[in-house]
């Protein structure tokens, strides 16, 4: 979780990724932002995210992000 | 002969008037809809007295704003639009500017506006739209229109600071589109997917060619943009079949194996610019795609939209670049060397745009405009203005024009032009910055800052994010001790550029 979390505050270094859920909802992610994350995922975690799960529910907190990549670390 | 853009709409209302002319998920207007609205505003701002003047149209894009858009020309003013996801440094600074004569907005815009130091007028489009139209008003506004006044006003990146203003009048929108459309092929059943906003010229792709042949246009919701799965579901639900898209908008679909899970199914025509489309990502495309037609565009806003195209006519390999083509029907391309001559061919020069397509120039900045709008070198005979583009290119061995490089500090990222200097220019605003200096990683495609002082890296993000579009902020900022220099004094750019592929 805390490389998540460095991750992100890389992109935004001014939202608290802990607490907020609505990245996607207030417009706080985009699309290169999710562009981003999604290399940064594959090349931390070594987990590539497919297109099914590129949706707003997995994107709009740090934890809804967490579980995805758990998820599909193990599958 | 055709002398105004309106023309384009008078024609097609006769022939299509129930038509649906743009549209988005929730509302879609008929020509006659668009046309009738046009002439309201129209009438209402010549009721006003605004007459040739800048008319800022503030509103959320959605397919009123272009009824605003022509009603403004109708008006025989000049639309310029700012939306609000822009900063509002930068509102501001382009109000400045322009000093319009009234800014259109709708409900929720309206109150944005009113925190502007502003104080001219701003009328509400819900209100301007009721107008009963007075046609004698409009055809006098008519009868003394040129083909060569302005409409409209988009503003680009400016290594100063400050962005320019690039007017454009009926003359070179006309001859764009009449040969844009040739080359996509545009007709009455073609259906546009809108994705460039509508402060860019790219969107002219879409809203002026719908107004010439009938076609539609819907406009994609931006968030779409992030969820590929969602953007092709939408593409299909409403048919699309024509896309002008940045190169990123369209490497978002390929890059996570969408195209293996659902395709695009009515999609024939996919034209892409801003930037070099990877031929990896293209050709994942074209296998999911092999009927359809891929046209790669190029252009700057300064010649009103894009000036050269390549339709993709054979297989490409990764590793090849995708030529730009040839240029449009009524436009040269002259390449220029250091001497202003012809370069030998297969040799590096500037790419040079001659023809009707060129715009004005920039509003209110001869300065600017008379260093890139100059006197064409090749002609000593009479005066003839060619517009240097600071692109490098070059023939390829199939006599195909190639884009190489800039020769300034100009970069294409998520498909939008920067000015790495305006991003210098408002870090070294800051308190507490000392000297500052950004650099492109064209690998990582991200722009990275690095800057000396005692202001902290939240400060420098935080404070860019108030003055600078999303697509210009940094994606990395690292502070240093010094700046490193070369030995003539200035900031060594090329020793910062090789600490990129060792530092992170």
Same mark, same amino acid.
């Given at each position: 979780? +805390? %490389?998540?979390? +460095?991750?992100?505050? +890389?992109?935004h270094?001014?939202?608290?990724? +802990? ?15 999710? %562009?981003t ?11 590539? %995210? ?18 995805? %990549? ?6 | ?27 879609? =207007? ?25 008319? /800022? ?35 501001? @600074? ?12 709708d !409900?929720?815009?309206?109150?944005v ?34 083909? *060569? ?22 003359r ?7 040969? @844009? ?22 969107s002219?792709?879409? @809203? ?15 968030? @779409? ?6 953007? /092709?579901?939408f ?6 079949n024509?896309?002008?898209?940045? /190169? ?6 390929s ?58 006519d ?9 030529p ?6 009524? *436009? ?8 202003n ?14 023809? *009707?397509?060129?715009?004005? $120039? ?31 290119? !070059?023939y ?18 998520? $498909? ?22 950004? /650099? ?24 860019? !994010?108030?003055?600078?579009p ?6 990395? =900022? ?7 220099? *070369? ?11 090789g ?6």
């Amino acid at each position: 979780m +805390e %490389i998540l979390l +460095e991750i992100l505050s +890389e992109l935004h270094p001014d939202v608290d990724f +802990e607490s907020c859920d609505t990245l996607i909802d207030d417009n706080i992610l985009d699309s290169f932002d999710i %562009i981003t994350l999604i290399a940064e995922i594959s090349s931390e975690f070594d987990v590539n %995210i497919p297109a099914e799960e590129i949706v707003p529910e997995n994107f709009n907190s740090a934890k809804a992000l967490y579980a995805l %990549i758990e998820r599909l670390l193990d599958q | 002969m055709q002398y105004n853009v309106l023309e384009y709409l008078e024609g097609t209302v006769q022939a299509l008037p129930d038509k649906v002319a743009y549209a988005n998920e929730n509302t879609g =207007i008929s020509f006659m809809e668009v046309y009738n609205g046009a002439k309201a505003i129209g009438t209402f701002l010549s009721s006003k007295g605004i007459y040739k003047q800048p008319v /800022v149209v503030f509103m959320n894009k959605c397919p009123e704003a272009v009824v605003a858009f022509f009603g403004v020309v109708y008006g025989g003013d000049f639309y310029v639009p700012i939306e609000e996801e822009m900063p509002r440094f930068r509102i501001q @600074l382009i109000l400045d500017n322009l000093n319009p004569g009234a800014v259109i907005c709708d !409900r929720a815009s309206k109150k944005v506006m009113d925190s502007f130091d502003f104080g001219g007028e701003v009328y509400l489009y819900d209100d301007m739209v009721g107008t009963s139209i007075d046609n004698n008003a409009l055809g006098r506004i008519r009868e003394r229109a040129i083909d *060569t006044d302005p409409i409209y006003i988009i503003y680009t990146s400016g290594s100063t600071g400050i962005p320019k203003g690039v007017a454009a009048c009926h003359r070179s929108v006309i001859d764009y589109i009449e040969s @844009l459309s040739e080359v996509l092929g545009v007709d009455e059943s073609t259906v546009f997917g809108n994705q460039t906003p509508f402060y860019f010229d790219a969107s002219l792709k879409e @809203l002026y060619s719908t107004i010439k042949a009938g076609a539609t246009t819907y406009i994609i919701p931006k968030s @779409l943009f992030m969820f590929p799965v969602k953007l /092709v579901e939408f593409l299909n639900k409403y048919r699309i079949n024509t896309v002008c898209w940045v /190169v990123p908008a369209l490497t978002m679909i390929s890059a996570f194996g969408t195209l293996d899970k659902i395709k695009p199914e009515c999609l024939r025509t996919i034209a892409f610019g801003s930037e070099v489309f990877p031929v990896k990502q293209l050709n994942l495309w074209r296998r999911a795609l092999p009927e359809a037609q891929f046209i790669n565009l190029y252009g700057p806003t300064e010649a009103t939209g894009m000036c050269c195209y390549f339709k993709v006519d054979r297989p490409f390999e990764e590793g090849e670049v995708l030529p730009i083509g040839r240029p449009f029907r009524n *436009t040269e391309i002259i390449l220029l060397d250091e001497n202003n001559r012809v370069p030998a061919r297969g040799e590096l020069g500037e790419i040079c745009v001659r023809g *009707t397509s060129l715009t004005l $120039g920039y509003y209110k900045d001869f300065d600017r405009t008379a260093e890139v709008f100059v006197q064409n070198p090749l002609n000593d005979a009479y005066p003839e203005n060619i517009y240097r583009t600071g692109d490098l290119g !070059r023939y390829n061995e199939r006599g195909e024009l190639v884009f190489v490089s800039r020769k300034d500090h100009q970069v294409k990222h998520m $498909g939008h032009r920067v000015e790495l200097g305006e991003i210098e220019v408002n870090v070294n605003m800051i308190e507490g910055v000392k000297s500052a200096c950004c /650099v492109y990683d064209e690998e990582g495609k991200k722009i990275v800052l690095f800057y000396v002082g005692e202001a902290s890296q939240k400060e420098v993000a935080a404070t860019l !994010r108030e003055r600078l579009p999303r697509y210009m902020l940094p994606n990395h =900022i690292e502070v240093l001790e010094t700046m490193p220099l *070369t030995t003539n004094g200035k900031i060594d750019r090329k020793f910062l550029k090789g600490r990129l592929y060792t530092t992170y």
